[in-house]
């Protein structure tokens, strides 16, 4: 993979976290999984453990053990994989965070903590310091998503000298509709090369105007080609093809048909079945006989 120092930008697949019929993670398919990625959907970073994996239903031994899969059968293969280490207890959080580290993922990134919420950005400041410090060699990302943190601390806010605070901080996951936060957040600090990675994925282009420079979203598993397509209209300033990417991708994204195009792009040897927390559909392996 990737050497840490190497900035994160393009697409990023939030990865599914594959499961058994009988809610035990199928560990076996990870491999198939990174293959139909980088050669179906032209997709070579990744988010592991995060909202789409259903990290925070996970073990911390189970998410110690899909990390350790998805670095190695992606090795030589994906050129960045970012874990997701954040967990309402510190100390499990420093612990996921070593261990990124140790098994040779390219980044780690942590949401804020949710039940007992920080009630100002210094609060959360700390923690994510505390957390970053037991991985000093690893590039260290916030993941904004105050829709299910509750966290309503801003973006913007949050950034705002961070990097005195965090020295190993590269940049934001802001999975949030406010546009106009994020843009604040890109304005604010583009002396500083931070990676500004988009996560509501009905809004990319939008985002791309502001000034995202890449993102990170659950589509990307199936329509990854398709999004690459409308990042290189964008570069190429065709703006009126970009937009019917968009569109595009909109529609194919919504929720009625979301679990079709997951039944039938997303890994054509896979079946989907409920996931453990009932609340998103997860992969499990399909065998013939």
């Not at 560990?27 to 995060?50: A, R």
């Not at 070593?98 to 903590?113: F, K, M, T």
């Not at 919420?117 to 994510?128: A, E, G, M, T």
């Amino acid at each position: 993979m990737a050497s840490p120092k190497k900035k994160l930008q393009g697409l990023v697949a939030a990865t599914i976290t594959p499961m058994t019929e009988h809610g035990e993670i199928n560990f076996s398919v990870i491999g198939q999984y990174v293959d139909y990625l980088v050669k179906e959907q032209g997709v070579k970073n990744i988010f592991v453990n995060g909202t789409t994996g259903e990290g925070l239903s996970l073990s911390i031994s189970e998410r110690r053990r899909v990390a350790e899969e998805w670095v190695t059968k992606g090795r030589n293969k994906l050129d960045q994989v970012v874990i997701h280490v954040g967990a309402l207890s510190l100390k499990e959080s420093q612990e996921l965070a070593q261990h990124a580290a140790e098994i040779g993922a390219d980044g780690i990134a942590v949401i804020a903590p949710f039940f007992l919420k920080p009630w100002n950005k210094d609060v959360l400041i700390n923690f994510l310091k505390e957390v970053a410090a037991a991985a000093p060699a690893l590039p260290f990302y916030y993941y904004h998503i105050p829709a299910l943190t509750g966290v309503k601390i801003r973006a913007e806010e949050v950034l705002d000298g961070i990097q005195e605070k965090i020295p190993t901080f590269q940049g934001l996951k802001f999975s949030d509709t406010d546009l106009l936060d994020f843009g604040q957040c890109v304005d604010q600090n583009r002396q500083r090369q931070f990676a500004f990675l988009f996560g509501v994925d009905e809004q990319l282009l939008s985002a791309l105007v502001m000034g995202a420079t890449g993102a990170v979203g659950s589509t990307y598993n199936y329509l990854g080609k398709k999004t690459n397509q409308m990042l290189e209209a964008f570069e190429r300033k065709d703006f009126s093809s970009a937009l019917n990417h968009q569109s595009h991708s909109n529609k194919s994204s919504h929720s009625t048909v979301l679990v079709r195009n997951l039944v039938y792009h997303i890994l054509c040897f896979f079946l989907l079945k409920a996931s453990r927390s009932g609340s998103h559909l997860l992969i499990y392996s399909y065998t013939k006989g």
